[in-house]
């Protein structure tokens, strides 16, 4: 599909090293072997992810992972905002030609305001 050389091509447009993004795409699809259909993969990752921040809930330690629009609702003592930066938030899919700026915002908003500190 030529997917490694998009990660590349989208790894220089945010200036990011596209190693680290193609190293994720190999662990994913290592760890999707084991599945014969991507419903039984997104199901499996799903229940994984909820049973990991069940556990880390209880033990209330560790790092929860979230995207701007999952985070609607939630409320964590500190929100680090990873890749806040030009082009990335908001994200710009042709120099010539941005998406809707005004659902970015509110995206952007939403995840900023999720810290009680």
Known sequence: MG????????????????????????????EAEDFSRMDDWFAYADEYSQALMDKQKEEKRG??????HSAKGLEWKAVIIINADKKVTPFISDKDEMCDIE????????????AKD
């Open 103 to 114: 659902e970015e915002r509110r995206c952007f908003y939403v995840a900023m305001t999720r």
């Open 63 to 68: 790092v929860c992972l979230s995207t701007f």
């Open 3 to 30: 997917y490694y050389d998009w990660l590349r091509s989208y790894a220089d447009f945010i200036g990011r090293d596209a190693t680290i993004l193609q190293n994720i795409l190999t662990q994913l699809l290592k």
